[in-house]
T-cell receptor, first 114, second 108 residues
Framework: GAGVSQSPSNKVTEKGKDVELRCDPI?????LYWYRQSLGQGLEFLIY????????KSGLPSDRFSAERTGGSVSTLTIQRTQQEDSAVYLC????????????FGEGSWLTVV | ELKVEQNPLFLSMQEGKNYTIYCNYS?????LYWYRQDPGKSLESLFV?????AVKQEGRLMASLDTKARLSTLHITAAVHDLSATYFC????????FGKGTRLHILP
């Protein structure tokens, strides 16, 4: 079956431009996560959506970052006025809510800000 | 705030040897995850541990969880080169926080 799908897989953008990254979770998964991974580093939590509950936005690094999830399915992470330090891989993951459920990751969107 | 610490962060070992990666976390949680990441790739789920005393094994890897000590271990038995990768633990009931990862390099 289909896994977590992210697009674009690669994006090069100029400093100051806005970018949108898309995540299609596995069908039926109610939980959706966004993480950022800089080169050679660990995963930095950004935001977590669970069903219709208010998202946990506590990891968003600045007000230039925002995310939404429409209809409990597709999610978009938007970065406004990109800076060079935003260059990273942005990973999306999804899972079924409930104990014991594996969290599945997409292949990531590699963002380079020049 | 939940903090997750892994050690060691880097491990170079010979094939055939055994070793253990440790994952400590700072607040109560009954859910712990182990992932593998190969260079340039995304994360692959290895284990989900849900209760105190849980132990899971897959091939040469075995993971355990002690929720009272807030500690999980990933044990590697008779390492082979194919296990070279970065291993992450992650903890949380809703928001999932990752450790910095252990970069494992197994020498032939």
């Amino acid at each position: 079956g289909a896994g977590v799908s992210q697009s674009p897989s690669n994006k090069v953008t100029e400093k100051g431009k806005d970018v949108e990254l898309r995540c299609d979770p596995i069908s039926g998964h109610t939980a959706l996560y966004w993480y950022r991974q800089s080169l050679g580093q660990g995963l930095e939590f950004l935001i977590y959506f669970q069903g219709n509950s208010a998202p946990d936005k506590s990891g968003l690094p600045s007000d230039r970052f925002s995310a939404e999830r429409t209809g409990g399915s597709v999610s978009t992470l938007t970065i406004q006025r990109t800076q060079q330090e935003d260059s990273a891989v942005y990973l999306c993951a999804s899972s079924l809510r409930g104990a014991g459920n594996t969290i599945y990751f997409g292949e990531g969107s590699w963002l380079t800000v020049v | 705030e939940l903090k997750v610490e892994q050690n060691p962060l880097f491990l170079s070992m010979q094939e055939g040897k055994n070793y253990t990666i440790y994952c400590n976390y700072s607040t109560t949680s009954d859910r712990l995850y182990w992932y593998r990441q190969d260079p340039g790739k995304s994360l692959e789920s290895l284990f989900v541990l849900l209760s105190n005393g849980a132990v899971k094994q897959e091939g040469r890897l075995m993971a355990s969880l002690d929720t009272k000590a807030r500690l999980s271990t990933l044990h590697i038995t008779a390492a082979v080169h194919d296990l070279s990768a970065t291993y992450f633990c992650a903890v949380g009931d809703d928001k999932i926080i990752f450790g910095k990862g252990t970069r494992l390099h197994i020498l032939p």
